[in-house]
């Protein structure tokens, strides 16, 4: 689904990210941690074609991201609030994004609805605006329109932080159905060593812009995290 | 010892503040504004007393500066209102600390007194006093003059920031003391009742009778004491930021626009944007002035008569919120340009969307101005002229010009003296779009031929506009280069 080649990204001389080869099947969840300036973000806004690399490419379908949108219509993402529009209500962002994924006022509904669960009645029928809300509530807002239009691909960007305990085990039953349902593909950065080796079936750790391990998770994946990062 | 370590971090605040770190090009500016209009200040205060002998030969010059002062006080206190702001969220870092509420509060209240706005007016106020009431009553009399003037200055200050605490700073206030302000002018003009008398009996008494001083102490010390208890009451976090947060209106967007799909969307999205930040919504505001322009010019036969002039004129009417608002086109979406950049919609019509909105303010604002014929029939085909080449050439300058602004715009800021996210590219943007218009007409205005200069303005329009599709593709290219550039910039927040 998305292949990375001799990809390098260089600010001021260092070079922050730097994988030669790495590639995430259709259906795979991937999760990718590491230490603060490890590159995730970087690499998450590489694959969105947000920032151009120095070198090398990113292909998604077997298209590069870079000069193509193609992969826009089957990618839905969100790293941080630069996502969300703050000045509208959560209704009005949830439906300007459905309509630009073609999403009729009742389908829009229907989904938000599956979603009801997450949102605890505080996100919907609030008139107030997104730069209102609290941290938690508007990284809710950013992960669910993310999945909006039946994305093919997920891309999100420590997904767990702010959010409350319930919420943080709604949204791995979310992810997890996402997988089972549909076969989405995603690409999942956390901090939470925890969470990530629950829904990710495979986790990349990243340090210093390199790829120090690639492992498939199994019962013993968090520990061999927990002792790669003790200090 | 507490205020001194509070002060000190004013100190650094101010030091480190962003604005040093801008375009050095335009603190000199500034700084060149500032200057130029502190002199005229000075020369005022030195020249007041000349001038008013001049004007009023039979009266004291002192009586006549003072028949002004009401007048001056309406004046500072609607600038206050519009301008002033009691900035209580920078006490925030402080409230869990171990420091009383009350020293605080005193420091929040007592920083506002070291606005140096408070002082300017003493430019005028000092010379004045030195030259003009010290020769004409007594040295003490002028001392006491200007300590009387200090506490007025200082009770307005105080008497703004509670009224805005209290009833909000809501712009229609600001007008109707505008229209009373103006009434009163007007009926002073008419004799019908005279401010000025009043004015000069109350602030001449006090250069008769010095003991009247205490007055404006008492006053000033009674507004000091009735923001600092209400303050204080009312130093808790959720007042503190009360006015941050406010309740969503339910400006729902023109529903008209929807049918037009993603263009619409687009639009309703902008709309938006300018209804409910605080910045684009200051523009809109401006929006009605521009159209007023005219009225400053075309009663005067000194511009009528130069025609250049009147393309200025013409320029700006129809297109003063398409440079105004245009020159940041894309800086405005800049607190949420990552997801523009991904969400699946063609570039092409997000260009559309902002190409029909300026276009039908543009339209809007010729309709609009055309009475101004009455003035003159041929301003009727200026305007039009200069209407076309907005609307077929500088429209397009905005669009392109727009993507060299890659700094992020923090919508929640007001624009008055706002210089968060401005460049020398916003200056330079404008200058041909006011210019080349004037440029291309005046070679044929010298020589005699207005009406082709005219045409030739039109027809440049007209070309543009119907070279529409081949300068939108350009555009949307350069747009592609240009988008990492001012994603980079716009994420430096």
Redesign the interface.
Known sequence: MIKVNNLTKIYNGTCVLNISNLSVQKGESFGLVGNNGAGKTTFFRLILDLIRANSGEITSKDINVAGNEGWKHYTGSYLDEAFLIEFLTAEEYFNFIGKLHNMSKGDIAEFLNLHADLFNDEILGQKKYIRDFSKGNQKKIGIIAAMMGNPEVLILDEPFTNLDPSSQIRLKKILRELKAKYDVTMLISSHDLMHVTEVCERIVVLEKGLVVNDLVTNENTLKQLENYFAV | MIYKWLYQNKWKESLRSSIWQKNLAINIIMGIFILYFLLNFLFLGIFADKILMEIFPDENPVNKFNSFLLYFIGIDLIIRFIGQTLPTLSIQPYLHLPVKRSNLMHYLLGRSLVNPLNYAYFIIFIPFALISVASNYSGLAAFLWLVMLFFIVFFDNYLITYVKRQFGSKPLIAVCLGIILAALILMDRYHIFSLKDISEKIFTSILIHPLLVVIPLIAFAAIYFINFSFLKNAAYLEEVSKN?????V?T?GISFFNRF??IG?LMN?EI??MT??KRPKSIIYMTPLFLLYGFFFYPQPTYMNHDSMLIFVGIFISGGFMMSYGNYLISWES?????L?????DFQKYFQAKYTLLVTVTIISFLVTIPYLFFDIKLLYINFACFLFNLGFNINIVLYFAMNNKKYLD??KSAKFNYQGVGMSNFIVILPMMLLPILLFVPFSLFGFPQIGLIVLGSIGLIGIALYKPLHAMIIRRF?VKK?EM??G??QR
């Open positions: 941050t947060s406010k309740k969503a339910s729902s799909g993603v969307e999205l938006k944007l409910r930040n607190c949420y340009f990552d997801a950049l991904t969400k699946s919609f919508l929640s592609y990492y994603a980079e716009f994420r």
